[in-house]
């Protein structure tokens, strides 16, 4: 981890896997209290004020991104397992789940593109100019 905190900082969390364990409880009890709300990270430093220690946004942010870049991808995993399953029980609406996981988890739609390039008689002249 980087210490690039000021001093008098206390670190939040002492180490990635925790800010992990974190979120996925407070993932899990979404899930047990019916998908009533979302996977939002304010909502998840509220979360933390009641059953850890006062986190904001801010905080949640440089521990992802700064201090445990490698645990960002299963941050976001565990976000879309969460909004995924709550659309497909009913529980979000479908088109706001597909936005917030488009900019959320980076999700994207693809297109699949075939083509079939054959080169008859094509001939490639290169110039090269000094």
């Not at 939002?40 to 509220?46: D, H, I």
């Not at 399953?85 to 999700?107: P, V």
């Amino acid at each position: 981890m980087s210490d690039t905190r000021s001093v008098g900082k206390p670190k939040k969390f002492e180490s990635g896997e925790e800010i992990i364990a974190l979120w996925r409880a407070y993932c899990e009890e979404i899930k047990a209290n019916g998908f009533t709300s979302a996977p939002t990270q304010t909502a998840f430093c509220s979360w933390l004020k009641e059953r850890h220690s006062e986190a904001d946004r801010r905080t949640i942010y440089n521990y992802l991104n700064e201090y445990f870049p490698n645990l960002k991808k299963e941050f976001e995993r565990i976000r879309s397992d969460t909004v995924v399953e709550g659309t497909m029980l009913g529980k979000y609406n479908a088109t706001m789940s597909i936005f917030a996981l488009k900019n959320w988890c980076d999700w994207k739609d693809k297109q699949e593109i075939e083509q079939d390039i054959t080169a008859k008689g094509l001939e490639v002249t290169i110039n090269v100019i000094d």
